[in-house]
């Protein structure tokens, strides 16, 4: 079965007119028509008109905080994780919130995490890359010896988990898109193009595959097609102008663009180059998509098309009638987002989002959709196109397709059940 399922993918697309979608009959939105609008009026409010403690007292010193942190009323913007998911919490994953961030790239301190044995402390004097196999010149490197490199770059990029989603499969369950879909992240990384140490160590005539290995206790590994290698796949050091995290890889890791983050690993301490792929562990027992009729799709590497309403959502419920910001994330391994279209009404009248911010290849992409709550019920949903033509499909179309025993790549449109009183749950209609 073809890794790219892209056909399945394709929907008819509705009538996206502005008049069709103010005038849907029951939408309990419409798209703000108008702005200057009086967001509060009435009494004079205390908290403007009288002086606050923070007005009349010297603030912290410089010396008070010599590494930022956010402040203490945005304690509840951290990972969570759900506890059941995994056998043991060294091999277990964290999320991103998502729906508490804006803009497009994510802070180093909410990155969601996966390990497979754990977050390796390593003292980087003491840490070393080995390229061995099929190569003219095995090689090691010290980290220094990698700084020193020429051709050190900067590349924002996506980092999503193949299992983003995976828990959707067979219905809606976690409430909340934290937990649907913050198994990602988006920064800015800093490195060298793998082909800079592959050209150095020299690959073989019959070198057609690289695998990475990682100094964890679980020694991941995969298999890397030498065309991606040498395409755009990275070994970094930085992210978001500092070091790697200790649970991003610190001191080093490798990145590969657009496809599936179980390949991007971390705390690389080889690279080995072969003739054919390994079949270790990971691309066998896990992160191969099964079938309904028992067969699986293997090396399923690209992340497809998607899109999530972040707010609001199930953790971001509206709080007040009038004005409100719908807002959202999406993202394709395949390209650049091209368009994001956002219903309000499950689907029969859509409307095209606006695109803000940076609109990168293999990066996350932001979107936002100006609406006017009257208090009645939505179901919103969202979906994206990318610069392949392909459009995020709908659960079921997946389904259809692949049946529902798979936890890998799912990329199905989401939807949100907004209620009168602006909470918000997770909820899937057909």
């Known amino acids: 079965m ?19 979608f103010l005038g849907a009959a029951g939408a309990g939105a419409a798209v703000a028509a108008s702005g200057g609008v009086a967001f509060a009026q ?15 007292y010297l603030g912290d010193s410089v010396a008070a905080h010599p590494y930022g942190k956010p402040s203490k009323f945005e304690a509840h913007v951290v990972r969570r994780d759900v506890e059941w998911l995994t056998a043991s919490r060294e091999s277990s994953i964290n999320f991103t919130p998502i729906h508490a961030l804006d803009g497009i790239i994510t802070p180093n301190g909410v990155c969601f995490e996966r390990h497979h044995g754990g977050a390796p402390e390593i003292d980087p004097s003491k840490h070393r890359l080995m390229i061995n196999g099929l190569v003219d010149k095995p090689l090691v490197f010290t980290m220094e010896d990698l700084k020193r490199f020429p051709g050190r770059t900067n590349k924002i990029f996506f980092l999503e988990c193949a299992a983003n989603g995976g828990m959707e499969w067979k219905g809606a ?11 990602i992240h988006n920064v800015m990384y800093t490195g060298i193009p793998l082909k800079v140490l592959l050209d150095e160590a020299g690959v073989k005539t019959n070198g057609k595959w690289v695998m990475p290995e990682g100094a964890d206790s679980a020694a991941m590994t995969r298999s890397i097609p030498i065309e991606k290698a040498m395409k755009d796949c990275m070994v970094v050091w930085a992210m978001n ?23 991007w ?17 990971e691309e066998t027992s896990k992160y191969t998509d099964l079938l ?103 659960k079921d179309e997946l389904r259809k397709v692949r049946g529902v025993n798979s936890i890998y790549h799912n990329n199905g449109i989401q939807t949100w059940l907004v209620r009168a009183n602006g909470e918000t749950e997770n909820v899937e209609i057909s």
């Open 292 to 394: 309904a009729d028992g067969r699986a799709r293997r090396f399923t590497w690209i992340m497809d098309a998607k899109s999530i309403v972040t707010n609001p959502s199930p953790q971001a419920p509206l709080k007040s009638k009038g004005p409100n910001v719908l807002s959202g994330l999406a993202w394709s391994g395949r390209g650049t987002i091209t368009r994001v279209d956002v219903t309000i009404d499950g689907g029969k009248n859509w409307v095209a989002a606006r695109l803000d911010g940076p609109v990168l290849p293999l990066s996350l992409t932001r979107f936002y959709a100006d609406i006017e709550w009257d208090g009645r019920e939505m179901l919103i949903q969202s979906r994206a196109m990318d610069d392949t033509g392909y459009l995020q499909p709908t």
């Open 241 to 263: 102008g500092e070091a790697l995290r200790q649970e991003q890889g610190y001191p080093l890791r490798i990145v590969v663009p657009g496809w599936e983050g179980n390949m």
């Open 2 to 20: 073809s890794n790219h399922e892209k056909k399945g993918g394709q929907v008819p697309q509705p009538d996206l007119s502005r008049r069709r």
């Open 173 to 183: 369950q976690l409430n909340g898109c934290q937990f649907t879909h913050g198994m």
């Open 42 to 56: 009435g009494k004079p409010d205390p908290l403007i008109t009288e002086i606050q403690d923070w007005n009349r």
């Open 265 to 281: 690993v971390k705390w690389l301490r080889r690279l080995e180059v072969g003739d054919q792929p390994w079949h270790h562990r």
